[in-house]
């Protein structure tokens, strides 16, 4: 039976799932939610997520939200081209990566993001995107240092690639869709969205809204 994939276009947290359902090469079909139109807060999508947020899986009777357990699910349940990492110390070190990009690079991104990317243009708080730049690139300093611009965590693409990347993605929009507003990513950053970039199964996973 194949896993039922629910995601928003741009979304990093779903775009993390989708990196990963692609890197265990497994079998899904895609629902791709609008939230203009209010598809998150329909009952029969509350049922499955009371959040009110993607992603979501669905895999036999198992419904599930938060993008972070669904990877973890993903690779007990389906342990082929494990995605958590190898070993005990590339799998602790490869959470904590992703934990960190949840809980401190997506806090201030999320604050840019509203202020640039959904609000009409040039009409953002000035000061509050520039609290939100500081704070973007303190984190990003600490990440750059976690890379050479390869995979975070050994030698092939983990969930700490997985989380960071669509991260950094949707930082990157902010300059091309508000330029000035922007955040100019550490070399070694560039050089790491360039490897995760150049993976066979990335192309498949770009937001469909941003191929128009
Ligand atoms: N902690 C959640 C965060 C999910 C989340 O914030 N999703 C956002 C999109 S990035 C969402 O669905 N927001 C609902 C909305 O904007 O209406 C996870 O990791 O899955």
């Known amino acids: 039976m194949s896993i039922t994939f629910y995601y928003g ?7 993390k799932v989708w990196l990963a359902l692609e890197h265990k090469e497994l079998p899904y079909d895609t629902k791709l939610l609008s939230f203009q139109a209010g598809d998150l807060k329909k009952p029969e999508y509350l049922a499955m997520n009371p959040r009110a947020q993607v992603p979501v899986i669905v895999d036999g009777d198992l419904q599930l939200f938060e993008a972070s357990a669904i990877v973890e699910y993903l690779d007990d349940r389906y342990p082929g081209r494990p995605v958590i990492g190898r070993d005990p110390m ?6 904590r990566i992703a934990a960190e990009v949840d809980a401190y690079l997506f806090q201030p991104s999320r ?24 704070e973007i690139d303190k984190e990003l300093a600490r990440f750059d240092a976690y890379t050479t611009g390869g995979y975070l965590v050994g030698d092939g ?33 560039e050089a790491f969205s360039r490897t995760i970039e150049a993976l066979p199964h990335f192309a498949k996973t770009i937001p469909p809204h941003w191929k128009n």
């Open 157 to 189: 693409p983990t969930v700490a690639d997985y989380a960071l990347y669509p991260m950094l993605a949707l930082i990157r929009r902010v300059e091309v869709r508000a330029p000035g507003q922007g955040v100019t990513l550490p070399p070694k950053l």
């Open 9 to 15: 276009s741009g979304s990093p947290f779903a775009w």
């Open 90 to 95: 590339q799998r602790a070190i490869g959470r």
């Open 111 to 134: 604050r840019l993001f509203a202020q640039t990317l959904f609000v009409p243009p040039g009409t953002g708080n000035p000061e509050e995107i520039a609290a939100a730049r500081g």
